[in-house]
Every structure is written in structure tokens, then in C-alpha cells.
């Protein structure tokens, strides 16, 4: 019997550890080029959420264009990056990219 036991455990275990889901994805351009050349300026805002309850931060676009004093826009990157542990644990990270002049 402790043998079934163990392997029943086993089992739950890696259940468990199969229904984790970790995604990252940077969306869509990448201007990066031109603002090491000087051509566009870059600013940057920030938000995410633990547990789908408490959230933080603004990641508008609006948000980004005023931390890097931008007032026209010519790109716009997003990366997202999350965690996701049964569907029921999580931990969400939103990145807003603008560039512009």
C-alpha cells in the first residue's frame, strides 16, 4: 500500500506542476535603434496585478508619453509578462514602451 500511495502523490504533484502557465511577450515594434541614435526619445510606464485582486501602477500610453516628456508619439511597444498557477494564483507584470520626440 505505501507504494500506491506514493505513486498517487507523485501524480498530484505533477498535476500541479503541469497546470503552471508562464507567458512573455514584447508587442509590437522595437524602436530601440533609433532612441540610441538620438532620433526618438523613450518613456516608460508600469502596472500589474497579484492574484487577480490587487492591482498597482498605470501603464497607459498617456502614462508612458509624460515620464519621457514625449508629445508626439511614433511607436508604441507592449510587453507582458505572467504567471499562472492553476488558475487560481497569479502574478501579472504590464510594460508600456513609447517613442517619439
Given at each position: 500500500?505505501?507504494?500506491?500511495?506514493?505513486?498517487?502523490?507523485?501524480?498530484?504533484?505533477?498535476?500541479?506542476?503541469?497546470?503552471?502557465?508562464?507567458?512573455?511577450?514584447?508587442?509590437?515594434?522595437?524602436?530601440?535603434?533609433?532612441?540610441?541614435?538620438?532620433?526618438?526619445?523613450?518613456?516608460?510606464?508600469?502596472?500589474?496585478?497579484?492574484?487577480?485582486l490587487?492591482?498597482?501602477?498605470?501603464?497607459?500610453i498617456?502614462?508612458?508619453?509624460?515620464?519621457?516628456?514625449?508629445?508626439?508619439?511614433?511607436?508604441?511597444?507592449?510587453?507582458?509578462?505572467?504567471?499562472?498557477?492553476?488558475?487560481?494564483?497569479?502574478?501579472?507584470?504590464?510594460?508600456?514602451?513609447?517613442?517619439?520626440?
Open positions: 500500500m505505501p507504494l500506491r500511495k506514493t505513486f498517487i502523490v507523485l501524480l498530484l504533484i505533477a498535476g500541479l506542476v503541469s497546470a503552471a502557465n508562464i507567458v512573455n511577450t514584447t508587442l509590437p515594434l522595437d524602436a530601440e535603434k533609433k532612441v540610441a541614435s538620438g532620433e526618438l526619445k523613450k518613456g516608460e510606464s508600469y502596472s500589474g496585478s497579484y492574484l487577480g490587487i492591482t498597482y501602477g498605470d501603464a497607459s498617456k502614462a508612458a508619453a509624460e515620464n519621457g516628456g514625449i508629445k508626439n508619439i511614433v511607436y508604441v511597444d507592449r510587453k507582458e509578462s505572467s504567471f499562472v498557477f492553476l488558475n487560481l494564483l497569479g502574478v501579472a507584470k504590464y510594460k508600456t514602451i513609447v517613442y517619439g520626440y
